[in-house]
C-alpha cells in the first residue's frame, strides 16, 4: 500500500504568544523599557527622537488631532513621503481609535478623488509637494467633490504648527482614558490596493493585524534594541509602516528614514553613517544599490541582516546582496496587503538555495494551503496551485465592499491571493504565476482593467487590453495593445504616456504601445492575455528578462 502524498498545508507553531493590545499600548510599553534609546533618525533634516522624545511627538499630534474633532473610527487621510511626521500621525491615530487611511504619494486626481470619496475622509494630512507634484494643487481640485472632507492640514504650514502646539498643551490623561476603550480588533488602518480583482479597495487592518505581523517580521530578522533598521521602502505600504515602524517599535529598535523617497545613493549613505544592521527593499531597490559606480566605497559591514520582498526577488540578485552587502541573515518575505501582509518567510538559518530561490515557509501563528484553483482542494505537495492564507493577519475586509470582500475570503476565512504556488516536502514555498492578470510592477500592484477602462476615455481609443512583460529592473513593465477608431491620427507610446500623465501615478502608465485591429480570443469570446505577452516578449526583444529566475 502506497502512502499518499503529504498535502500543501502548513502551520506555523510558535513558543513566542500573539500580541494582545493596542498599537499605542504597545508604543508606550516599548517607550517604558527602554527608555532614552533611539527611536527614529531622519536623515534628510538630521533630526533625532529618543523613545520618550517619539511618544511625546505622537501624543501631541493625537491630541492635536482629538482637538479638531476626530474620534475612534473617523478616517484621517495621510498622503505624503517617508517623513518623521508621517510615523507620528501612524502611531497618533492608533492611539486615538482613529482609522489611518494610506494615500500613495504617487496618486494624482483621478485616483486622490476616489480614496477620499470611497473612505469617508474627514481630515487629510498632506505634504505641500513632493518631486513633480503639486499636493496643494490636486487636493483644491478634488476637494468640493468630496463631502466628506472638513480639515486639509499641510506639514509645514501653520495649521500643521498649531496642531501639534494645540496637542503639547492638552491633556495627555486622555489618552489613557482612550485606550481603555480601544479593542486590538478595531480597524485602524485602511491601504488601497488593486488585490486580486478589480479597482483599488480599502483592505482594512486592525491594531492585532498589523502590530503582530510587524511583531512576527522582526522575530523573523532577530531584532533587538541594537537593530537600526534603514526603511526605503514606503510608508503608505504595509511594508515601510508595518514591517519597518511595526517591527522595530515593537522589539525597541531604531527606525532609520533615509530619504523621503527611494535614491539608492542616499540609501547606502544612510547604512554607513547610520551604522544600520538591516536594510528593506524591493528587487528594483536592490539592483538600483548595487549598480552604483561607487557601490564599493560605502561601508555596509555593519549590516546582518533585511528584507527582500514586494515582487518577485532574482536569484541572483538576492545571492549578490547576501555576498556584496554583508546581508548573511537576508530574508524574503511573501505576501499582500490583505495580510498585514506577509505570510511566509525564509529564516536566517536556511541554507543560501532556500533563502535566495524561495519565499520561505509559514510565518508563526498562521495557516497556509495550496488548492486547486477550481476544486478548492488542497493539492499534494509539490504541484501547483493557488495560495491561501488563514490566521491573525487576514483583513478584516475591503472597506464597505462585503461583496468584494467575499470573494476573497471563503466562509472559513481563508484568504485566496490569486498567486499560484508549489509546497515543497519540507513546506518551502515558490510563487510560479498569478491567477489573474494583475501585474507587479516593482513592488506595485497595477490591475490592467483599470488602466484599460482610463484608456477608454481615450477619444481615438476603440479598446484597449494592458499586459504585463517582463523586465529586468521592474520585474514586470505595463503594455498597452490599442485598437483605434477608423480614421485616427497614428498613437506611439510617447502620444499614450504624454495622455495618462498627470491624470495617472505614473507607475500605471503603459511603457510599451502595440496598434492592433483586433486581439487574440479564446472560442468563448476571451481575451487570451497569455498569447499576448508571448506575442509581446518575442516582438520586443524580451527573452532574457523573461528568463530571470525568481524566487
Not at 127 to 133: G, V
Not at 359 to 377: A, F, Q, S, Y
Request: glycine fraction near 10%; charged fraction near 25%; hydrophobic fraction near 40%.
Amino acid at each position: 500500500m502506497t502512502t499518499p502524498a503529504l498535502p500543501s498545508y502548513s502551520s506555523g507553531t510558535s513558543t513566542v504568544p500573539l500580541l494582545g493590545d493596542t498599537i499605542g499600548a504597545n508604543l508606550d510599553r516599548t517607550a517604558a523599557r527602554v527608555g532614552d534609546h533611539e527611536a527614529l533618525v531622519e536623515c534628510a533634516t538630521g533630526r533625532r527622537f529618543s523613545y520618550p522624545q517619539f511618544v511625546a511627538e505622537v501624543d501631541a499630534v493625537a491630541l492635536g488631532l482629538d482637538a479638531r474633532g476626530v474620534a475612534q473610527g473617523d478616517r484621517v487621510g495621510i498622503w505624503a513621503p517617508n517623513c518623521a511626521e508621517w510615523a507620528f500621525v501612524q502611531y497618533a491615530t492608533a492611539k486615538l481609535g482613529a482609522i489611518l487611511v494610506n494615500i500613495n504619494p504617487a496618486y494624482r486626481t483621478h485616483e486622490l478623488r476616489y480614496v477620499l470619496q470611497q473612505a469617508g475622509i474627514s481630515v487629510l494630512v498632506s505634504a505641500p509637494e513632493f518631486k513633480t507634484s503639486d499636493y496643494r494643487a490636486m487636493v483644491e481640485e478634488v476637494r468640493g467633490d468630496c463631502a466628506d472632507l472638513r480639515e486639509v492640514v499641510f506639514l509645514g504650514s501653520p495649521e500643521w504648527e498649531q496642531l501639534v502646539a494645540d496637542g503639547r498643551a492638552g491633556d495627555r490623561g486622555l489618552l489613557a482614558e482612550r485606550e481603555t476603550q480601544l479593542s486590538a480588533d478595531d480597524p485602524i488602518n485602511i491601504q488601497y490596493t488593486s488585490g486580486t480583482t478589480g479597482f483599488p479597495k480599502g483592505a482594512t487592518l486592525t491594531h492585532h493585524n498589523l502590530l503582530n505581523n510587524g511583531f512576527s517580521v522582526g522575530e523573523g530578522c532577530g531584532y533587538t534594541e541594537a537593530d537600526r533598521v534603514c526603511i526605503p521602502v514606503p510608508y503608505y505600504h504595509c511594508f515601510g509602516m508595518g514591517m519597518g515602524n511595526l517591527a522595530c517599535t515593537s522589539h525597541g529598535a531604531t527606525m532609520v528614514i533615509p530619504a523621503p523617497g527611494f535614491d539608492p545613493a542616499l540609501t547606502l549613505r544612510a547604512v554607513q553613517d547610520e551604522r544600520c544592521t538591516s536594510l528593506y527593499g524591493v528587487p528594483t531597490m536592490f539592483i538600483a544599490e548595487l549598480a552604483l559606480p561607487d557601490f564599493a566605497s560605502y561601508d555596509l559591514s555593519t549590516l546582518r541582516t533585511g528584507i527582500m520582498a514586494g515582487s518577485p526577488c532574482p536569484v541572483e540578485v538576492m545571492k549578490r546582496v547576501v555576498a556584496e552587502m554583508h546581508m548573511e541573515e537576508v530574508t524574503i518575505c511573501y505576501g499582500m496587503t490583505e495580510t498585514s501582509p506577509v505570510s511566509t518567510q525564509t529564516g536566517a538559518d536556511d541554507d543560501l538555495d532556500r533563502r535566495t530561490s524561495t519565499v520561505g515557509r509559514v510565518h508563526p501563528h498562521l495557516e497556509v494551503k495550496v488548492v486547486d484553483p477550481e476544486t478548492g482542494l488542497t493539492v499534494p505537495r509539490g504541484t501547483p496551485g493557488e495560495f491561501c492564507t488563514r490566521g491573525y493577519s487576514v483583513m478584516l475586509g475591503y472597506w464597505e465592499e462585503p461583496e468584494k470582500t467575499a470573494e476573497v475570503i471563503d466562509r472559513a476565512r481563508w484568504m485566496h491571493t490569486g498567486d499560484l504556488a508549489v509546497m515543497d516536502a519540507e513546506g518551502y514555498l515558490n510563487i510560479v504565476g498569478r491567477i489573474k492578470d494583475m501585474v507587479i510592477r516593482g513592488g506595485e500592484n497595477v490591475y490592467p482593467r483599470e488602466i484599460e477602462e482610463f484608456l477608454y476615455t481615450h477619444p481615438d481609443v476603440i479598446d484597449a487590453q494592458v499586459i504585463g512583460v517582463p523586465d529586468e529592473r521592474f520585474g514586470e513593465e505595463l503594455m498597452a495593445w490599442v485598437r483605434l477608431r477608423e480614421g485616427a491620427e497614428p498613437m506611439t507610446a510617447e502620444s499614450l504616456r504624454a495622455f495618462c500623465t498627470g491624470k495617472l501615478a505614473h507607475y500605471k502608465i503603459p511603457r510599451y504601445v502595440k496598434i492592433v485591429d483586433s486581439f487574440p480570443m479564446t472560442v468563448t469570446g476571451k481575451v487570451r492575455k497569455v498569447e499576448m505577452r508571448e506575442v509581446s516578449v518575442e516582438e520586443l526583444g524580451l527573452q532574457s528578462a523573461a528568463a530571470v529566475r525568481n524566487a
